[in-house]
Each structure stands twice: as structure tokens, then as C-alpha cells.
């Protein structure tokens, strides 16, 4: 759902770009194997920043930072890989609306308040708009004789006037007036299972099958043509 190129910020401060993409949702494993093919040991290498990010959810990728917590992308990944194609279709939308984007903390809450929002898919235009009321939602009922004669842009113009809406990429979406609801107040509510967040251990302190995990995921090397950020979404 997410990749984030994992930047080391103490050799880029030197010159070199040293970094790769972590997919997300992740595990442990997988975030410390990464770092110390990047070098970031947590003794001379401590700090990385995000220098891009990929990812499928139209949008998405603006609203995120350098310096994201990995433990909370972890999360909101998480959170969208459960979600079904119309709640993804539906939040893309809710971004597009833009009332709570400014942090991934926001991110995360809009996923779990997608009730606050109405949305119809593939309606672009004030037209469309007045025929998905009249024929979708049964919103108004035109007699038959009159119906050659009504004007669906005006009827959808004063529908998006009085909803305050917006026609996005993907359909149309208004809030409906729903309290949102904060159920993710920060990193203290992050739930033990996506903190992933952990400097490789030293080799002779690390049990056997943990050492033979670490190194075979050190040996697969990333594709070659995404060695280097983009600052593209797929």
C-alpha cells in the first residue's frame, strides 16, 4: 500500500545517497535488515529522513512527510490494506475533500471515520450529480411527461451548493455532517504490533535463526531502477 525510501541522514549530510524503499505494511525484521544495508547501525548512523515515497492511493503521497514515523506509516498502511476497493475509492475522495490530511495522525483517523462522508462514484459533473439523486437515491420524483423538460445541471448545482461538496478524480464527495471522531490521539495509541522501529542488533547477540533471517534479507538487493527516489506516485 506504501513504500517509503528509507534515507541514511548522516551520509547524506556527507554527500552520498544512501537508501532504500521499505514496503509497508512491514515487520521488524524487515525494517532492520534494510537499515544496515544502509548503513544506519544506531551507533556512528543513528537518524534517517523519507526522501519519497510510492504508493496506489491517489493523493496520498503529498500529504506525507521527510520525517514520518515509521511506526505510524507502519500503522496507516495497515489500515489501508484491510480496507475494501470502495472504502480505498472512498478514501482517496476524502483526501481529495482535504478537511483532515495535514499529518499522518489525520491520515490515520480519516481512514476510521469514512462515515462522516458521503460519496458517489463517477459522478463529475453537476448534471451527473442531479441524475444520481433523481434516479440513485430516489430524491426526487418528476413526472413522466416532465421529465424531457427538467434541467438535472440546475437541480445538481443547487444539490452541491447546499452540500458544500467537491466533484474529485475518482467521484463526488460532501462530509455529511457526522461528529469525527478521534480515535488515534498519537504515537502513545499505537497499538505494540505495527511499532517495527529497531536498529539491527549485533550479530553475536542475536539468536541463530534471527542472524540467518537478518542475512538473507540483507542479500536481496533492491531492483536496480529504484535505487533512486523520484518524488513519483504510481
Partial sequence: MIEAYITNLGKYNEGELCGEYLKLPAAKADIQALL??????????????????????????KHMGEYESVDELNYLAALLEDMD??????FEAAIMFGEYTSSVKDLINLTQNLDNYEYYSGVH???????????????????ENLEPYFDYREYGRD??????????????????????IEHYGGRDD?????????????????????????????????????????????
Wanted: aromatic share 12%; with cysteine; net charge negative.
Fill in 190 to 234: 499505537l497499538p505494540d504490533e505495527y511499532k517495527i522501529f529497531a536498529y539491527p542488533e549485533p550479530p553475536d547477540k542475536m539468536p541463530i535463526a534471527a542472524q540467518l533471517e537478518m542475512y538473507a534479507k540483507m542479500m536481496t538487493a533492491p531492483a536496480a531502477e529504484r535505487l533512486t527516489p523520484t518524488r513519483n506516485e504510481r
Fill in 159 to 180: 444539490i452541491d451548493i447546499e452540500g458544500n461538496g467537491i466533484f474529485a478524480e475518482c467521484g463526488y464527495v460532501q462530509n455529511n455532517g457526522d461528529t469525527f
Fill in 85 to 90: 476497493d470502495w472504502e480505498v475509492e472512498k
Fill in 125 to 143: 459533473s453537476e448534471e451527473e450529480l442531479g441524475i444520481y439523486y433523481v434516479e440513485e437515491l430516489n430524491a426526487l420524483e418528476i413526472p
Fill in 36 to 61: 544496515a544495508r544502509i548503513g544506519v547501525d544506531g551507533i556512528i548512523y543513528e537518524e534517517t529522513f523519507i526522501t519519497d515515497y510510492e504508493t496506489d492511493i491517489d493523493g496520498l503521497c
